[in-house]
């Protein structure tokens, strides 16, 4: 269990530095530019482009501490609470580690984990997408995930962390008992 949790944060760590830029324009392509009098959506390829032009190469990973810490704890917890219910299963059925699981067993042990991993690290996300979408130009690009993570506890508390929360967990936990009875059926065909 504990290689499984250490490789499940290093795919994670890894995935995140591809995810953060991508995600920074997604989040920026979601929260339109607001002036005075008009409210415009922005195409992928002019997000790029501001982000080029006003921080460089390094503007494209804003945000990463937050997509680490969602990324790497995310995917110990994913891949973690979807085998330690599989293990509590096999435990309850008094079967044996290589024994086969019930399929409504297996999608409940994937809808865990997509619930653990999307529960447990959304303020890192939440901060994320916060500093992903403000102007860095009016905020002066100097803020911090602990500073933006900060701010916004004191204007909203804990509640302010967790908001949307809720669809983002009920959303995942459908997909992720897909994701898991998937790979399980197909490791078990090829095996």
Known sequence: MSALLVCGGV?????SIFLTPIELVKCKMQVPIQSSTVVRP??????????????GLAGFWRGQ????????????AWFGSNEGMKRYF?????????????????????????????????PADTIKSQMQTED????????TFLSVGSALYRQQGLKGLYR??????????PSSAVIFTVFEALKKQFS
């Open 11 to 15: 795919a994670g760590a890894f995935t």
């Open 42 to 55: 922005q195409g992928a390829f002019n997000i790029i482009a501001s982000i080029y032009r006003h921080q």
């Open 65 to 76: 501490l937050g997509t680490l810490i969602r990324e790497s704890g995310g995917c110990v």
């Open 90 to 122: 096999r435990k309850r059925r008094n079967i044996g580690e290589e024994g086969t699981l019930p399929v409504q067993e297996l999608m409940a042990a994937g809808a865990v984990a997509g619930m653990s991993y999307n529960f447990l690290f959304f």
């Open 136 to 143: 860095v130009r009016l905020a002066g690009g100097k803020r």
């Open 164 to 173: 949307g929360c809720g669809i983002t967990v009920a959303r995942s936990a």
